[in-house]
């Protein structure tokens, strides 16, 4: 029961993270003394100590003072402690080495590498393991984490701005489609992704910055330029970012080439060759559709041949919303 409820506190704290922790899953560690809270760490920064690794220097302070010796002492985890050593070593070793008798897991790692291993080296030390404790919570926090793990791909969201008549924009010319209020949304929505990608044409025409501004700190997403043609390296695109130059076409070859890195999510911004091209690959999970009040008209280019072309491609309205006078529409696919 105690172990219930402060798993649901490490699930809900480790949350504030999860825009600073990305593309890691956000995690949570409590180390116990029967039931009091000696300490509590999280994953607060990508590239950071993991939340055990906190937790556990935070309880050292205490050592001697409110506990004797770490075997009295329970870790509790929203996720399996890693086995590898990575950046900051493994989770599971320094456990170990800690002292711990016995360690409360929410999810096992859904990562087929490290899946269970952590857990192995807990036991193989005489360690005390309970794992599932409300892993639904932790897995649907983590839901780009575990998608990725368990379909072998990134998730993929597609986002378009569409006027009332299905235009995307005029031929060759930069202009905004839908209200302050839908772009300010646009922001925290890529706040959330590990990665957004683009078409050379959006690139050269938009000269956009795709990066999330938003008023909190977030570890910002990798890019993605999809082009074969000549593009100018010193706009705004790629000043403080990371970026991927891909001059292949093969949009499943692209998408799938992700699984083995840490992206798990991909944001697709783009005009409508590109939108086009990912839809009819199925390769998309998610469709984010803004539709101003407005009409562009007949100049402008079209998003889509046909009509129900989102319905075409698999996908089923799953809410809509009014943002100012804009309509947004989610869509995810059938399966
Ligand atoms: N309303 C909106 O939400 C929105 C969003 C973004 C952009 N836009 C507008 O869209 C316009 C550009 O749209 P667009 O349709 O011409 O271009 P796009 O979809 O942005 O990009 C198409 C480009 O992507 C590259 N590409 C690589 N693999 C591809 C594949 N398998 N299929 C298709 N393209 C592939 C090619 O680049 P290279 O030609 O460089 O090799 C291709 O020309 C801009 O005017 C921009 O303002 C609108």
Redesign the pocket.
Known sequence: MIYGDLMLRAIKKADLFKYSAKPNPVVGAIVLKENEIISEGYHEIYGKNHAEINAIEEAKKYLGKRFKDFSELTLLCTLEPCSHVGKTGSCANFIVKTGFKKVVIGAVDPNPYVSGRGIKILEKNQIHVEVGLHADLVEKQNKFFFYKHKKNKPYVTVK???SLDGK??YK???NF?TTESSRKDVQLIRANYDAIL?????LR??DPKMDARVDFFVNQAKKIL????PYDNNSIFFKDASVDVINI?N?QEIIYSYKDSEICSILV???????N?FLHEQIVDELIVYTSKDELGENAVSWFDEDNAIENYGFKLESSYKIDTDTKEIFKRDD
């Open positions: 378009i701005a569409s995307s924009h060759n010319k930069k489609i683009t078409g050379g044409n959006t025409i938009d999809l082009t074969n043609k076409t949009l911004e783009a005009g409508p060759k590109l939108v091209a």
